[in-house]
């Protein structure tokens, strides 16, 4: 405070890789930024935990983007959750989330507070939810700054101006004065990316930021998310269904399936020499601009139950190539093409060479799918 009971404000430059932001806490590219390790996530039911996360580990180093792949269910955002600790207090977390060699984990609210949305920010799937209704996306974006900088409204309100021209908003300066419901769908998801790269964040967790857009608008939120990552310096994490979103974004791809990974590589490992019959699936049901008259191949049935899972592999009842062995022991991830590209497959060596429409009929899956509605109909 001064003298004169006024607040002073430290003239802090904000500009993207300005600052502390680009100097020290920086390290080199290629480093490893976070490391989780055995990240378990269980939630109480009255069936019993519901086992939401199973052992999940990776690494994110410094510049690259990774992509985390799966259908609904597979554990994806319950993953980037409790990264970031906001999972509800009856959620049962155990393993390490090291970011800078801090456990995040053993972090209290307050020590967590100062690294969340400025040193690790999130940009969620649904941006009417992440916004505020009631109030201007200048002022959501210039609290963002202040919360972890002592600088004026006014240069926030700049700060926020420089943001929105960023992620290419036109009209930025008018549009600061918006509420959300005036802004397109596209519009707000910009602006959330904004508020994600403000405080010049080390990590960008992005939770299936292209949901309920359509595709032009999918593109050029994707072109968004690469100009955020550019400003910034920042490691992404990209979580999506699609692997479509993720192509020739992705430095590294991992898939999961039932809260646990089952295969993880470069993106050209896992796009051209899967190694698990599910990412053959999820990569046979992607319509192709080479092959149009190619007829897709879903995968048969629905992902399992995370409540009292029986013993074996989880993707056992949905695959052709299951036999007892699956049935009985669920495989570990191991090493197949390289030291990089791990699958969880007893089979992974015979998946060599084969596309989806060897693995998956998609006669049989259509002929399953027919019986299955029919049979719901009759109920």
């Not at 900088?149 to 960023?166: F, P």
């Amino acid at each position: 405070m001064t003298s004169s009971g006024s607040v002073h404000h430290e003239e802090i430059d904000l500009s993207p890789g300005s600052g502390d932001a680009a100097g020290t806490r920086r390290g080199r590219a290629g480093d490893v930024v976070l490391e989780v390790r055995d990240l378990s996530v269980s939630f109480p039911s009255g069936d019993g935990p519901v086992r939401a996360v199973r052992g999940v580990d990776y690494v994110l180093r410094r510049g690259e983007v990774l992509g985390i792949v799966g259908e609904s269910g597979s554990g994806k955002s319950v993953t980037s959750m409790a990264i970031m600790g906001l999972l509800p207090t009856t959620a049962t977390v155990t393993g390490q989330v090291l970011f800078d060699g801090r456990d995040l984990l053993s972090l209290s609210e307050n020590a967590l507070n100062g690294i969340r949305g400025a040193r690790v920010a999130m940009i969620f799937q649904d941006p009417m939810t992440s916004l505020n209704p009631v109030y201007t996306i200048g002022a959501q974006i210039a609290e963002a700054v202040r919360a972890h900088h002592d600088v004026s409204k006014e240069k926030a309100l700049e700060r926020a101006v420089e943001l929105l021209e960023t992620v290419r908003i036109p009209n930025a300066r008018e549009r600061i004065s918006s509420f959300p419901h005036e802004l397109s769908g596209g519009m707000r998801q910009r602006v959330v990316i904004a508020i994600a790269m403000a405080n010049d964040p080390d990590v960008i967790i992005a939770d299936e930021p292209t949901t309920a857009l359509d595709v032009t608008v999918q593109a050029q939120i994707m072109e968004a998310l690469q100009v955020a990552q550019d400003a910034t310096g920042a490691a992404m994490v990209l979580i999506t269904h699609d692997l479509g979103v993720i192509a020739g974004q992705a430095d590294r791809v991992m898939v999961m399936y039932a809260g646990k990974l089952v295969e993880s590589g470069t993106a050209e490992d896992v796009f051209y020499t899967p190694r698990m019959p599910y990412t053959l699936g999820l990569l046979g049901s992607l319509p192709r601009m080479d092959r149009p008259t190619e007829r897709l191949t879903p995968i048969p049935g629905s992902p399992p139950s995370v409540v009292n899972m029986p013993p074996g592999c989880p993707f056992e009842p949905r695959c052709p190539k299951a036999t007892d062995l699956c049935r009985e022991t669920e495989p570990e991830l191991r090493e197949t093409t390289g030291p990089e590209h791990l699958a969880a497959c007893h089979h992974a060596e015979s998946l060599v060479g084969v596309v989806a429409d060897e693995v998956f009929d998609a006669r049989v899956a259509d002929a399953d799918t027919l019986a299955k509605l029919a049979s719901e109909g009759e109920k």
